[in-house]
């Protein structure tokens, strides 16, 4: 599976932002599509995720009520919308596949295939 994210850059406070991931190259689908951030100096921190039926989202609440997870299943790909940025969400983004069945994990170690980031940078 190979995931590549993009639609990060710098943007003032309050604005808000959609990342994209296109997911491409599976045999088998998988189970969900995760996001993770992670700041300089700190660890990856998961931040929402979509069951790749689309049927359900998992959002963390440092975030929850700010963002939106969705996909475009015709065009393979996985959005984030982020509103009303603050300088504290500033960090690369990464899109993730799940490919365990069961529940969306928040656990990255159980994402099996990872994009390559796109960094968000949020100045005050």
């Known amino acids: 599976v190979q995931l590549q994210a993009s639609g990060g850059g710098l943007v003032q406070a309050g604005d808000s932002l959609r990342l994209s991931c296109v997911v491409s190259g599976y045999t088998a689908s998988p189970y969900a599509l995760g996001w993770f951030r992670q700041a300089t100096g700190q660890e990856r921190e998961f931040v929402g995720g979509i069951a790749w039926t689309g049927g359900f989202t998992k959002y963390a609440d440092s975030v929850k009520g700010r963002i939106t997870i969705s996909r475009d299943a015709a065009k393979n790909t996985l959005y984030l919308q982020i509103d009303d940025l603050k300088p504290e969400d500033t960090a690369v983004y990464y899109c993730?596949?799940?490919?365990?069945?069961?529940?969306?994990?928040?656990?990255?170690?159980?994402?099996?295939?990872w994009g390559q980031g796109t960094q968000v940078t949020v100045s005050s």
């Open positions: 993730a596949a799940q490919m365990r069945w069961g529940r969306i994990e928040v656990n990255e170690r159980l994402y099996a295939h």
